[in-house]
């Protein structure tokens, strides 16, 4: 631990301003001073400013965009307010709260929308204008276990609960969709991250053993239906959408060397298998090119990385002779990846390797000890955001250069930065 704070110290000391290609980025974030939560925006060149005043409260939950934060504020006497901030004006509208139990924010370009739950635990959601704060509309599930979850442009939601039922509603008014669903759903709906689509592993009443991919797009009205040729019954785990949305990723519990590929295009279906492993998927590259995932003999065995290339079918391990891959992120632009990797000498480091070889590894912090791994980090592939027990650093990965972004008198609330740009 004494060799990391110290390693921290000496990136601290390189202190500069951040490039011109991180202008246009910030950072919000939660921070504790003296007990009390606000919501802070940072510049990466570490210029902090409040954005909730003290007297508003703890603030709960908050979401934002490049103009706008929203956020919940809760004070000393239970009450809660609703704010939208004007980030560059910092100009401030407020909306006194009923009596609810808030679970989560989305700033969308249309409105703010709140998660809650109700007096009676019902699941509820509310939408309000993104300007003036004025209620738009309010729903709630008939149901204390369902759920609702909003697709990412905002422009639909889903209630959902474990016994199958499935309800969709178009955003901000909270209006019922008019969509025949499938009346046999075995895994949770997942929206798309790119389109109105939603996706899940379901059957017919007819054939209850018999299963398929559903692919519903409520942009284009349509249902499309896919098997899955070698993973049926008990084995379906979840199945999960690449990062922008063009392929859906089934694995299988039982037939753990299999992982199905199905292209959302074409409706093509690629099965990698290695027999005798357990495969596990851990990411995608930004254009959905790549795929990663681990491949492990038990659970205990130990773990080998590689990277599989959905177009062409090369496959590459991902590691060199001195490090082993701990951790993850490809960058959100190019065939880049950032990797937190263990050396032989057990110490861990952060470097940055790129497709299609991956065997050129950059070392952008040099090897510390492990508690490093149980940081939370975001990466742009210009801008390196390392947040460790309560400080919160930004890299300059071009220059090398580190900055401290909030000041030591704010302790940074574990998982709460969210960079902008």
Request: proline share 5%; net charge negative.
């Amino acid at each position: 631990m004494k060799r990391f704070v110290i390693l921290i110290l000496l990136l601290i000391s390189l202190i500069a301003s951040a490039s011109q290609a991180q202008a246009d980025r910030f950072v919000l974030f939660l921070g504790q001073v003296d007990g009390h939560t606000s919501l802070y925006s940072a510049t990466l060149d570490g210029i902090v400013t409040p954005l909730a005043s003290s007297d508003a409260g703890d603030v709960l939950l908050y979401d934002g965009d490049s103009s706008s934060a929203s956020f919940v504020t809760k004070n000393g006497d239970g009450a809660l307010t609703l704010h939208i901030t004007d980030l560059n004006s910092l100009a401030t509208t407020q909306l006194p709260l009923g009596s609810l139990d808030p679970t989560r924010l989305v700033l969308t370009e249309q409105a703010v929308q709140l998660l809650a739950r109700s007096t009676e635990n019902k699941p509820t959601l509310m939408t309000f204008d993104r300007v003036t704060l004025a209620p738009i509309a309010q729903r709630s599930t008939q149901r204390s276990d369902s759920a609702f979850t909003i697709q990412a442009q905002g422009n639909w939601v889903m209630a959902y609960n474990p016994a199958g039922a499935l309800d969709v509603f178009s955003l901000p008014t909270i209006d019922s969709v008019n969509f025949e669903l499938p009346n046999v759903a075995y895994s949770t709906p997942v929206w798309s991250p790119s389109r109105g689509q939603l996706q899940f592993i379901g059957g017919t009443s007819a054939n209850p053993n018999e299963r398929f991919i559903y692919l519903m797009d409520f942009d284009a009205s349509t249902t499309q239906r896919f098997p899955l040729p070698a993973i049926s019954g008990a084995n379906i785990q979840q199945s999960q959408w690449s990062a922008h949305g063009r392929y859906i990723l089934t694995s299988s519990r039982q037939v753990s060397g299999t992982l199905l590929l199905t292209d959302v295009t074409n409706a093509a279906q690629t099965t990698i298998s290695e027999p005798g492993f357990i495969l596990t998927p851990m990411g995608w590259s930004y254009d959905d090119s790549w795929l990663l995932y681990t491949a492990q003999i038990s659970a205990y065995s130990p773990t080998d990385l590689f990277a599989y290339n959905v177009i062409t079918s090369e496959q590459h391990p991902i590691h060199d002779l001195i490090h082993t891959p701990v951790t993850v992120r490809w960058a959100n632009d190019t065939n880049e990846m950032l990797v937190l990797a263990q050396g032989t000498d057990q110490m861990i480091g952060v470097f940055t390797t790129e497709a299609p070889s991956f065997d050129t590894w950059q070392s952008l912090i040099p090897s510390v000890d492990g508690a490093i791994v149980q940081s939370s980090i975001q990466w742009t592939g210009t801008t390196l955001l390392l947040e460790y027990d309560g400080a919160l650093l930004g890299m300059d990965t071009a220059t090398g250069v580190v900055l401290r972004l909030a000041p030591e008198s704010i302790t940074v609330v574990a998982n709460s930065v969210q960079m902008i740009g």
